[in-house]
């Protein structure tokens, strides 16, 4: 399940990310210097009524519509595969062990003592993974180990494992797509110190997935219940569309600043007369106010590192002027964060920039790494 801390292996893994919006897939190739190039990236929408509220509800239709994607775009269905399942279906939790522990009485202990702790159904219905991230010296002196614990109902695995299986693809590993994301951004990540939070935030379709990072490692995750989809009802009713009409409207959007050169009182709101922009703007600003209280949770109950930089990936990132108008709302520093740092991009490739904040979960997914 782990691997976005780094590794030396030989060769990248074809990446496939299945959401509520679309299927994607990535293939990478090495090229040296830690450098990638883009083989492959192509989607195709979900099929309807076939993932629900990021729940797979028919597997079967959903690997025949990646079966045909991959044949489509030849892509050699005999690859190493891998997957990630939303951050919403699985508990995560940084443990802090005995440093003195050893290896194989870690894995116990993770496994058997811990994992019972954090798991809210029967043990024997989760699929557990750790990973030791590293020395940590606590407030009281004592020296601890740090140990990243994901816990993901088998059930939600299966369904994915199934999906993969119909379309004839060798599944390898399967993880959560916050992980595939930070992968895709471990050079942005590199600026900030160890006493330094960033927070990413990735707007997908029917949810939004929170997490603050330190040392590039999740320290915090949640979930909100705010996607593009919702900005998209709001737009149809203003506009008296249907939605269906509404997918390229709102990436047309631009969202409204307040110029810095006004003198605004403290909380005021900038003003648009276009009612689809309002519509749009009031859900934004609750997803705002959503990571202000993720931020406020964090640094009051997890950690005393300031947050001191978003990042926003995800398909709802590149509505126009998002960046600009979170960082007004949010009063700190915010960017998108670019999945394509370390991946060069071949010119017979068409990858709109507006579209590329949207492909980092298969992305970072397409850059695990594996042994031959």
Do not use: W
Request: charged letters at 20%.
């Amino acid at each position: 399940m782990f691997s976005f801390l780094g590794g030396s292996k030989t060769q990248t893994m074809l990446g496939v990310d299945i959401n509520p919006e679309r299927i994607s897939v990535a293939q990478l190739k090495k090229q040296g210097n830690g450098r990638y190039r883009l083989a492959h990236y192509h989607s195709v929408e979900m099929p309807e009524g076939a993932m629900i509220e990021g729940r797979i509800l028919d597997p079967g239709t959903i690997g025949l519509a990646l079966m045909n994607l991959l044949n489509e775009n030849k892509i050699p269905t005999n690859l190493p595969t891998a997957t990630a399942v939303p951050v919403r279906e699985a508990i995560v939790r940084l443990i802090r062990l005995p440093a003195d522990l050893p290896a194989d009485e870690l894995r116990r202990v993770v496994l058997e003592q811990e994992a019972e702790l954090y798991i809210p159904y029967p043990r024997d219905q989760a699929d557990v993974d750790y990973q030791p991230l590293g020395l940590d010296l606590s407030q009281d002196g004592i020296e601890r180990i740090e140990v990243l614990l994901v816990a993901i109902p088998k059930e939600v695995v299966d369904n994915y494992l199934e999906v993969l299986q119909a379309a004839n693809l060798k599944v390898r590993c399967v993880e959560l797509a916050s992980f595939s994301l930070i992968r895709t951004i471990r050079e942005q990540l590199t600026q900030y110190g160890p006493q330094e939070a960033v927070l990413l935030s990735s707007i997908g379709y029917e949810s939004s997935e929170i997490s603050i990072l330190v040392n590039g490692i999740p320290q915090f995750t949640r979930t909100v219940n705010i996607g593009t989809i919702h900005m998209r009802q709001v737009l149809a009713q203003s506009l008296n569309l249907p939605i269906s009409r509404t997918g390229d409207l709102l990436q047309s959007l631009k969202l409204p600043l307040i110029s810095p050169t006004d003198v605004l009182s403290t909380g005021e709101q900038p003003i648009t007369t276009n009612p689809g922009v309002a519509a749009v703007t009031r859900v934004i600003s609750d997803l705002a106010d959503e990571i202000k209280r993720s931020i406020d949770f964090f640094i009051n109950t997890e950690s005393s590192a300031p947050v001191v930089k978003v990042l926003l990936a995800g398909p709802g990132a590149s509505i126009g002027q998002m960046d600009g108008f979170l960082s007004q709302s949010l009063s700190m520093a915010v960017e998108l964060a670019d999945p394509f740092g370390n991946i060069a991009v071949p010119d017979s490739l068409e990858l709109p920039l507006e579209e590329r904040p949207a492909m980092g979960v298969a992305l970072g997914l397409a850059l695990r790494e594996y042994t031959k």
